[in-house]
């Protein structure tokens, strides 16, 4: 009996130590092993794609342009981490350098530059800022801050947001619709330290996310963590959209799910009506000082309608109190 409790020892540690790290680099390529820095992955879609529950995937410092999506990443049993090996040194991007531009002849403050598809946004990088679209070059030359596509020359016009002769660093152009890193219905993952931009939807998707199109987008996430996460210049910054017990740090916010409760709509067109603007609703996040609900609205399928909890509403300046009930 003691040979074998013996032999049962090394079985079980090495059962222990079946996760495993994998490394993406700049420098990698998609055909290496990704098991070692030296022979990091070239993309973080494919070190994603490595994972299983338990593992870790270490992200080298450095530009990687590329959307990333995994479903069904981690379980119930073990921490599932991505990260950047130092925080901050990683930047996913869905955005692009604007092209060469110059002045347009006879206007003051409209400059154009060649550009084959209609981007998704133009972006000033300095003032960290979007220019607003418009439907017309003279309008440019009028207002500051704005852009207009002209699809039969593929000519983009704009006007800077201080009307100033612009320099060639100082815009850049979306061109993903869709969000930067998406991980549905992903279990006790962590993603820390990366940083999103240029991330902004096309159109809206025909689902109940509509909303939801950024940087960071978990969905329907189970007691996963965000740390440490920068994004800047996207349609939405970092989304946790459903799930339970998540908790993103940077935004000092706890996700609850308390609910259903009964909470008047602020969009509600029952004018005095007060229990007619009565709408069932989740929160979602909460901190001292904000709240997100998920309100109760009709949602189509096909030609008939269902409920879903699909309607977001934040509010700030809000204030929490604690209520206490004797059931005796």
């Known amino acids: 009996m003691l040979r074998f409790a013996l032999l049962l ?19 990698g390529n998609d055909a290496s092993p990704g098991s070692t820095q030296a022979e990091a992955f070239r993309t973080i879609q494919r070190g994603v794609d490595a994972l299983a529950a338990g593992d870790t995937l270490t992200i080298c410092p450095g530009e990687y342009f590329e959307h990333v999506w995994r479903k069904d990443l981690g379980d119930s049993e073990k921490d599932t981490v991505i990260r950047a090996a130092l925080p901050g040194t990683v930047l996913l991007r869905g955005d692009v350098p604007m092209p060469e531009f110059k002045k347009v002849e006879g206007f003051r403050f409209v400059f154009a530059a060649q550009v084959e598809k209609k981007p998704v946004a133009v972006m000033e990088v300095d003032t960290l800022s979007n ?11 009028f207002q500051p801050g704005i852009w207009f596509y002209d699809g039969k020359t593929r000519t983009l016009n704009f ?6 002769v612009p320099t060639p660093d100082r815009f850049r152009l979306s061109g993903t619709p869709d969000s930067g890193f998406i991980l549905e219905n992903p279990q006790r993952v962590t993603v820390e330290g990366l940083a999103f931009t240029g991330f902004y939807p096309a159109e809206k998707k025909k689902w109940p996310y509509t909303n939801y199109v950024g940087g960071l987008m978990l969905i329907e996430p189970i007691s996963c963590v965000v740390r ?49 603007r009565l709408r069932l609703a989740y929160v979602l996040f909460n901190r001292w000082d904000y709240v997100e609900f998920a309100m109760q609205s009709a949602f189509p399928i ?16 809000v204030k929490h109190e604690l209520f206490c009930t004797d059931c005796d």
């Open 9 to 27: 020892l090394p079985i079980m540690l090495t059962a222990s130590a079946f996760a495993a790290e994998y490394f993406v680099s700049p420098l």
């Open 131 to 141: 220019l607003a679209e418009r439907f017309g070059r003279t309008e440019i030359e």
């Open 159 to 164: 006007s800077s947001s201080d009307l100033e």
């Open 228 to 276: 440490e996460c920068t994004p800047f210049l996207n349609g939405q910054g970092i989304c946790l959209v459903g799930g339970q017990g998540n908790i993103a740090h940077d935004r000092e916010d706890w996700q609850v799910d308390t609910g259903p409760l009964v909470i008047p709509s602020p969009l509600s067109r029952n004018g005095d009506d007060r229990i007619a």
């Open 302 to 317: 096909g030609e008939e309608k269902t409920s879903h909890y699909s309607e977001i509403i934040a509010l700030n300046n």
